[in-house]
Antibody, heavy 123, light 109 residues
Framework: EVQLVQSGAEVKKPGESLKIACHGS????????VGWVRQMPGKGLESMGF????????RYSPSFQGQVTISFDKSNRTAFLQWSSLKASDTAMYYC????????????????WGQGTMVTVSS | EIVLTQSPGTLSLSPGERATLSCRAS???????LAWYQQKPGQAPRLIIN???TRANGIPDRFSGSGSGTDFTLTISRLEPEDFAVYYC??????????FGQGTKLEIK
């Protein structure tokens, strides 16, 4: 079964670093981009950026440029989202999702989603 | 940045009724690049409509999408109990950011 499985919930303090993961089974990421979507508590969805696993081409939404880093490990079929210094305002659910297109920038909707990783940042 | 405004914010209907959800864009969006998602509490979003009017795999035919330019609509012809959820529209395919609407909560009356 094609699926995206994300790493577990995290509780961190402000200023700490964090890297969360999204593993794709089988051919989940073939000819596709992987995106990250933020959902703050009780709020809507925000697209953060994308990475193309084939060549690690990465695109960030302007609001998230410089705030997070998206990367991909081909050997483990895993996408990552990382922060170097967390803030309380980073508290949110983070979803990875697949956009099944090779176009640059991606031009297809998110057809497959991970289950989400809850990140809580509190002193 | 393209802003998507969904209306109404909350829609209260009964099972069996017809639901009409609206998504209005601040500038023209290609129909190919407009999607609708359903999100239930505690779950990840699920793609239900792509390309403004194409149902995603496994989505029942009571769901339909329409529209073009700046005005798009999601219609659920006869509500089933499992359809009560939050629905988001999204535009993509051009310059980032790919934005979502703020959501419409479809609740049981």
């Amino acid at each position: 079964e094609v699926q995206l499985v994300q790493s577990g919930a995290e509780v961190k303090k402000p200023g700490e670093s964090l890297k969360i993961a999204c593993h794709g089974s089988g051919d989940s990421f073939i000819n596709s981009w992987v995106g990250w979507v933020r959902q703050m508590p009780g709020k809507g969805l925000e697209s953060m950026g994308f990475i193309y696993p084939g060549d690690s081409d990465t695109r960030y939404s302007p609001s998230f440029q410089g705030q997070v880093t998206i990367s991909f490990d081909k050997s483990n079929r895993t996408a990552f989202l990382q922060w170097s210094s967390l803030k309380a305002s980073d508290t949110a659910m983070y979803y990875c999702a697949r956009s099944p297109t090779v176009a640059t920038p991606p031009d297809d909707a998110f057809d497959l989603w991970g289950q989400g990783t809850m990140v809580t940042v509190s002193s | 940045e393209i802003v998507l405004t969904q209306s109404p914010g909350t829609l209260s209907l009964s099972p069996g009724e017809r639901a009409t959800l609206s998504c209005r864009a601040s500038q023209r969006v290609s129909s190919s690049y407009l999607a609708w998602y359903q999100q239930k509490p505690g779950q990840a979003p699920r793609l239900i409509i792509n390309g403004a009017s194409t149902r995603a795999n496994g989505i029942p035919d009571r769901f339909s999408g329409s529209g073009s330019g700046t005005d798009f609509t999601l219609t659920i012809s006869r509500l089933e109990p499992e359809d009560f959820a939050v629905y988001y529209c999204q535009q993509f395919g051009g310059a980032l950011p790919y934005t979502f609407g703020q959501g419409t909560k479809l609740e049981i009356k």
